[in-house]
Every structure is written in C-alpha cells, then in structure tokens.
C-alpha cells in the first residue's frame, strides 16, 4: 500500500522557519517527480513546488519563490520543503504529491502566527 | 503567474447531468496543459478523478468524464449521486512542471 506521510509542521512565528518532510512507502518515491501543494485553512488548493526525480529542475510558486526551497534525498525515499520568511499566509495543510498526483499524504498543518 | 478559473458553484439534480468548466487567462486551455481534475470532500484529502484531459484513474466512478470544450477544460458528470456533492478544483501546468489550481467548484446535488 502507498503512504506518503508528511510532518514538521507547526507553529511558528512570522519570519521564522521550518523544514517539512515527506516520507514514502509502498512508493519508490526517488523515481517519481515531486510536488507540494498546500490549502489554507476553508480556502482552495495552491501549487508550492515541483523538483524533479533527479532534482535537475525546480519550480516554485510566484507566492514562495525566494523563501522556500524544495529537495530531496532519494537513498531515504524522501521529500522536503525548507520554508523561511514566513508569512501568516503561508498557514496551511501542506501535503505532498507525485508528479502525477494520484498519491496523497493527510497533510502536515503550518500556523504561522505571533 | 496564470489564473485558473472555475465557476464558483453549481447545482444538479440527483440524476441529472452537469459540466464544470476550466479556464485559463493565458488563453485556450489545451492538452498540453495536461488537465487535471480532483474531487474534495470536507475533511478529506483531495483524489484524483481525471489526468491529462481525459483519462480516468482506476477509482473514477464511469459517470464522470472529462474533456476539452471550446477554449476550456471540462468535467462533465452524468447521472449525479448524493455523495457526488463535494468541491471539484482543477489543475494545468504551465511551462511543463508549473502548476496552476483553479479556485473550485462547489458542487451541490439537489
């Protein structure tokens, strides 16, 4: 069975950090392109990132670009996002998904508040 | 960055038929904006019901299909059931591996 499980959210003050991680099994994570994808609280879905399997090619956000920085370690099957100068806006479930997004995790919730 | 339009709500009788459309201010939504379509109850965790414009994940029921419809991306389903009620989003990529989600339909079976 595939379980994706993401973690290392939490509550943090705006202009602090944090570093999600997204954890895989029953998933070959390291073959497959990767995203995160984040939804505030009773708001819709937002695209965050895409690294690619070899991480050769990275997208951000226009709302992240600057702050956040997505990566990953293929030999522990597993994903990050590295999130700096956050803002109250960035409060939201964060899960990560496959390129092809037919895998999701339950999400790791991020307050950013003071 | 592109916006993503979707109608905010729509209603459907139980067995009627309805189509969500999707939108992109770049101009016509094509396939190779690889449109995506998910489906979202409250408090779940969005699934996927149609990639690349058309095909079906295994779990789709067969009343819902997607497609292109004039400029737009659409999803169409027929014959709609009470636990068909829940937000639709849209997805397009841009540029290959950037991705633009559209605001949500809210979708109520009545």
């Known amino acids: 069975e595939v379980q994706l499980v993401e973690s290392g959210g939490g509550l943090v003050k705006p202009g602090g950090s944090l570093r999600l991680s997204c954890a895989a099994s029953g998933f070959t994570l390291s073959i497959y392109n990767m995203n995160w994808v984040r939804q505030a609280p009773g708001k819709g879905l937002e695209w965050v990132s895409y690294i690619s399997s070899t991480s050769n090619y990275i997208h951000y956000a226009d709302s992240v670009k600057g702050r956040f920085t997505i990566s990953r370690d293929n030999a522990k099957n597993s994903l990050y996002l590295q999130m700096n100068s956050l803002r109250a806006e960035d409060t939201a479930v964060y899960y990560c998904?496959?390129?092809?997004?037919?895998?999701w995790g339950q999400g790791t919730l991020v307050t950013v508040s003071s | 960055q592109a916006v993503v339009t979707q109608e905010p709500s729509l209603t459907v009788s139980p067995g009627g038929t309805v189509t969500l459309t999707c939108g992109s201010s770049?101009?016509?939504?094509?396939?190779?904006?690889?449109p995506y379509w998910f489906q979202q109850k409250p408090g779940q965790v969005p699934r996927t019901l149609i990639y690349?414009?058309?095909n079906k994940q295994s779990w789709t029921p067969a009343r819902f299909s997607g497609s292109l419809l004039g400029d737009k991306a659409a999803l169409t389903l027929s014959g709609a059931q009470p636990e068909d009620e829940a937000e639709y989003y849209c997805?397009?990529?841009?540029?290959?591996?950037?991705?633009?989600f559209g605001g949500g339909t809210k979708l109520t079976v009545l």
């Open positions: 770049t101009g016509a939504v094509t396939n190779g904006h690889y």
């Open positions: 998904a496959p390129r092809t997004f037919d895998y």
């Open positions: 997805l397009l990529s841009y540029s290959g591996a950037r991705w633009v």
């Open positions: 690349d414009t058309s």
